[in-house]
């Protein structure tokens, strides 16, 4: 019989050296269509989005007495016939030195105010589809949603995008607030974050009710959702003393539990209405015994498999499987140890779905497209995050491969009203099949191209390019199209092209060739 459980640890809560009784975030927090910055009641400090973001539209929220961060928000327009993702660009930190990977909560909240149903979109993290966002029923019970990850720093920067898809509603993609904390390397460790990142599922304060535990209590302003229970909760008479724990979670989380009946066991559905995919997910669960200098035995099932079968004691501890394999409606079952004077108890618990990050575009087409942005006074505004993945939002104007590596073999840019130069690093595209930058305002001069040994087809036409034409053009024996008409070109044209009689070559009107070669 297949078992649920791929790894599961178990560790005692201890004191930490480095705890601190007051807790600053590392990391930004966005208040989306916001003009200025702002410090909440909490103290946090809160940033405008249009430093992280150029393109979308901030808008107002009409529903009165909002919270600060959902009375505006940022939408971007949808287009049904080509679906774009908008990112977000945030600086992200990676130590040199060290060969741990330092990872970032994200979380993303919306709160829509019509007309109609919010629309539903995919929600994007440096290339990996992460989500899809749907938060009609929350709208229609008139709270906010929110979407979290953990995700790690794979470079300099990330990415967090929102794309329009056409597989679902139509309506503009929207947000109203992201926070971007970096976590200490010691929470959420046992994950491989070189391979894997976690989107939330649920994470519960059981036997509490009443608000969500967050900041300051806890660090990184994680939301503990209160899991009540009238007839089973229970609230301890002493308080954790232990100044850290394994994760990190906030100690006020310890102070509620929920407790079966003496002798029998308690069955009841975790996360509550969330019918889950078969697959494998991390799930972490924290006990504290609500006794001082106490201790029981009890047993923990997650759908009828042994989870913990241990001790529990007034000082803590924490359970946890980074691979559990859960599928559809999840039953948590508490049963008594051998001690039955003490009935099973738990406090907290957290389960994450395991996300699988994908290859991404090779580097130095991701460079070469960079530095042409760059000579681009008004490059498309969604030219950002990995230019082919997913494969579902390519940039505007690039095509990609995706069989043995991902490279970019095509670039049209054609009729976009482009204004810049023409980069050289685009001879590092050396993938490409087709170049088309027609019909636009590229002046300077032509690159040399020479190293595009696969390029069949370069449209450069009606632009307002200068210089003569490189002679390397003519050593690109698949060349088949070069269409170079309507500019201010001068010199010689290379006889490598002229005497190409495979060659499909347009150079009249517009240039200056000397000697003027005859219009075919």
Not at 249 to 264: C, E, H, Q, S, W
Not at 385 to 399: A, I, K, Q, R, S
Not at 422 to 450: E, H, Q, Y
């Amino acid at each position: 019989m297949e078992t649920p459980f791929r790894f599961l640890f178990l560790l005692l809560f201890s004191l930490l050296p480095s705890a601190l009784s007051q807790f600053n975030i590392s990391g930004v927090l966005i208040d989306c269509g916001v003009n200025t910055s702002y410090t909440d009641n909490q103290g946090l400090r809160w940033l405008p989005d249009s430093q992280f973001i150029t393109s979308g539209v901030s808008k107002n929220v009409s529903t009165p007495g909002l919270f600060t961060t959902f009375s505006t928000l940022r939408s971007f327009p949808y287009n049904a016939t080509r679906p774009r993702k908008f990112c977000y660009t945030l600086s992200s930190y990676r130590d040199l030195n060290s060969s741990r990977v330092k990872r970032y909560l994200i979380r993303t909240s919306y709160f829509f105010d019509g007309p109609g149903l919010p629309p539903v979109f995919d929600l994007i993290v440096d290339g990996n589809l992460w989500t899809m966002v749907n938060t009609t029923a929350d709208y229609l019970a008139g709270s906010a949603s929110y979407y979290e990850v953990v995700f790690p720093a794979r470079g300099k920067t990330i990415n967090v995008c929102l794309a329009g898809n056409p597989n679902y509603t139509k309506g503009d993609p929207f947000i109203s607030s992201l926070e971007f904390i970096m976590l200490d390397d010691s929470v959420y460790n046992a994950t491989d974050f070189g391979k894997k990142a976690m989107g939330l599922i649920a994470r519960s304060k059981f036997g509490a009710s009443g608000e969500t535990e967050r900041y300051p209590n806890d660090r990184y302003n994680r939301y503990w959702q209160p899991f009540p229970d009238q007839i089973h909760a229970k609230t301890s008479t002493h308080n954790i003393t232990s100044s850290a724990f394994w994760n990190l979670p906030p100690l006020d989380v310890f102070n509620t539990a929920i407790v079966a009946d003496k002798g029998n066991p308690l069955a009841f559905q975790w996360p509550q209405q969330v019918s889950l995919q078969r697959s494998t997910y991390y799930v972490a669960l924290y006990f504290a015994d609500t006794l001082p200098k106490s201790s029981r035995n009890l047993s923990v099932y997650i759908n009828g498999y042994q989870f913990y079968d241990g001790a529990v004691t007034s000082d803590g501890v924490v359970v946890f499987s980074p691979e559990w394999i859960l599928s559809g409606l999840t039953t948590l079952t508490l049963a008594p140890g051998s001690n039955l004077n003490l009935p099973p108890l738990i406090n907290a618990g957290e389960v994450f779905g395991l996300l699988d990050l994908q290859n991404l575009t090779i580097t130095r087409d991701v460079t070469s497209l960079l530095a042409i942005k760059q000579q681009i006074s008004n490059p498309p505004e969604d030219w950002s995050d990995d230019p082919c993945m997913p494969p579902e939002y390519p940039w505007t104007g690039v095509t990609c491969t995706y069989v043995s590596r991902i490279r970019v073999v095509a670039l049209n840019l054609a009729s976009m009203g482009l204004t810049g130069t023409i980069s050289p690093s685009i001879a590092n595209l050396t993938a490409l099949v087709n170049i088309s930058l027609a019909f636009n305002n590229f002046s300077g001069a032509i690159p040399d191209l020479g190293q595009l040994n696969y390029l069949t087809k370069l449209d450069l036409q009606d632009n307002h390019l200068t210089g003569s034409i490189p002679q390397s053009l003519g050593n690109i024996s698949t060349l088949s199209e070069l269409f170079l008409q309507n500019n201010n070109l001068t010199g010689q044209v290379p006889s490598s092209l002229l005497n190409n009689s495979k060659l499909n070559l347009r150079l009249h009107p517009g240039n200056n060739f000397s000697p003027d070669p005859p219009v075919p």
